[in-house]
């Protein structure tokens, strides 16, 4: 049976599609978040300046669309925030990143906000722990899922012992370092601004440092968040961009905002800021890619991935570029 296409019924129908068309569009424009989560951590600094200059709200006010903070006291906590939706955006390690990726955490790692030396292996001035291969049957405290954590197994590994040769004791950052103190544990495998804080104030001792095995601060978006609103994650990102500058130009301000947020002396946030972090280089790519690829082959051989992941493809799918590309393409034009 034929069908006979009229002008008219053609008239109807673009007008048809041109109603869907608005009606897609009005829902699209609806399907906006009313708020935008973000974390702040004492390990990623230009989140506290961020959080503190008020850019972020700043940004997405004239969208209608309200800013949320939420502390992350580790990697941890971020990941576990992320996969549970309550924060959009989270700040870890790249290898924390790479395992929650590996366990089923929906993310993409975005942007590179630090290039640290933010964990070693920390012991009391008197407690006779001179090298890895002491901590064997000792207490050590750590926290499960973060760089410290990755950073303990892989040197252990160096060692020729695992995790089942020491007495692990499971404490969020800052708890680690008191029960250090206090002679609760006998090593811990410490995070700054914790770690400097009790290396300055209690002659903590840094026994074992390896700065190829602490692995990036990387800044992670939610996978649904960033297919739904992808020009959202790369406005945010534009704001991080001017954090980053800005703290590279006012290194004063920047450690006035550690020392505010974590509650810790000038001294100690100098140490970490000065010593141990570096923020020149927020494009994530080639070489992340490599650094993690060889930290998740490290990873799978002790146990910590499973034997038969495959770390390069579990790299690539973690890692997206394209928004901070972007903002590096549209810099570049306008010089």
Partial sequence: ????????????????????????????AQAAPERITLDYAYYNPVSLLLKDK????????????DTRWVLSLG???????????????????????????????????????????????????????????DLKGKRVAVTRGTDPHLFLLQALNQAGLTE??????????????RALVSGQVDAWA??????????LQEGVVLFHRDPALNTYGVLNVREAFARENPELVE?????????????LENPDELRSYLVKAAKVEDAVAR????ERTDLTNPVIGDEHRKALTA????????????????????????????YIDRITLKQQALR
């Fill in 190 to 199: 410490g995070l700054d601004p914790h770690m400097a804080k009790h290396e």
């Fill in 295 to 322: 930290a998740g082959g490290v990873l799978r051989e002790i146990g910590v991935l499973k034997a038969d992941t495959d770390v390069p493809a579990l790299v690539a799918d973690l890692i997206d570029p394209q």
């Fill in 75 to 133: 990697s941890n906590k971020a990941l576990e925030f992320l996969n549970g939706g309550s924060i959009d955006f989270g700040s870890t390690a790249g290898g924390a990143a790479l395992v929650g990726k590996a366990n089923g955490n929906p993310i993409k790692a975005i942007y590179v906000y630090s290039r640290p030396e933010w964990t070693a292996l920390v012991t009391g001035k008197d407690s006779g722990i001179k090298s890895v291969a």
């Fill in 271 to 274: 140490k970490q800021l000065s």
């Fill in 54 to 65: 008020g850019w972020v709200e700043e940004e997405f006010k004239k969208d209608g669309i």
């Fill in 1 to 28: 049976m034929s069908v006979k296409i009229t002008r008219r019924h053609f008239q109807l129908g673009t007008l048809a599609a041109a109603a869907l068309a608005l009606t897609i569009g009005a829902n699209a």
């Fill in 235 to 247: 406005r945010l990102l534009k704001v991080y961009e001017r954090g980053r500058t800005y703290a």
């Fill in 164 to 177: 089942k040769d020491i007495k692990p004791v499971l404490l969020q950052h800052p708890d680690g370092g």
